[in-house]
């Protein structure tokens, strides 16, 4: 059974900063792209950032210089640190795994920010 468990969200003021991690189980993490998405309230879902098996990342325009993803494949772990965060990064952020095996996403966490 495939899980991915997100954590790490919560309220930030703007210009602020936090980290999501996202936990898998149940998959070959090595094997997989693993990505983080977003939603914000009444948009549709879309693509933050994406970091290949083989490492290679890929940014949305707006995040570009402010958010970094990494993955730590010993503890089959993907992160997004998020910098400078603004106001219009408020949303529920999915953290997403794809590999030849499938497609998976985990539950959500909400990040709001906010002053």
């Known amino acids: 059974q495939v899980q991915l468990v997100e954590s790490g969200g919560g309220l930030v003021q703007p210009g602020g900063s936090l980290r999501l991690s996202c936990a898998a189980s149940?998959?070959?993490?090595?094997?997989?792209?693993m990505g983080w998405y977003r939603q914000p309230p009444g948009k549709q879902r879309e693509l933050v950032a994406e970091i290949t098996a083989g490492a290679v990342r890929n940014y949305a325009g707006s995040v570009e210089g402010r958010f970094t993803i990494s993955r730590d494949n010993a503890r089959n772990t993907v992160y997004l640190q998020m910098n400078s965060l603004k106001p219009e990064d408020t949303a529920v952020y999915y953290c997403?795994?794809?590999?030849?095996?499938?497609?998976?996403w985990g539950q959500g966490t909400l990040v709001t920010v906010s002053s």
């Open positions: 149940g998959v070959v993490f090595r094997n997989y792209a």
């Open positions: 997403n795994a794809n590999g030849q095996r499938g497609n998976y």
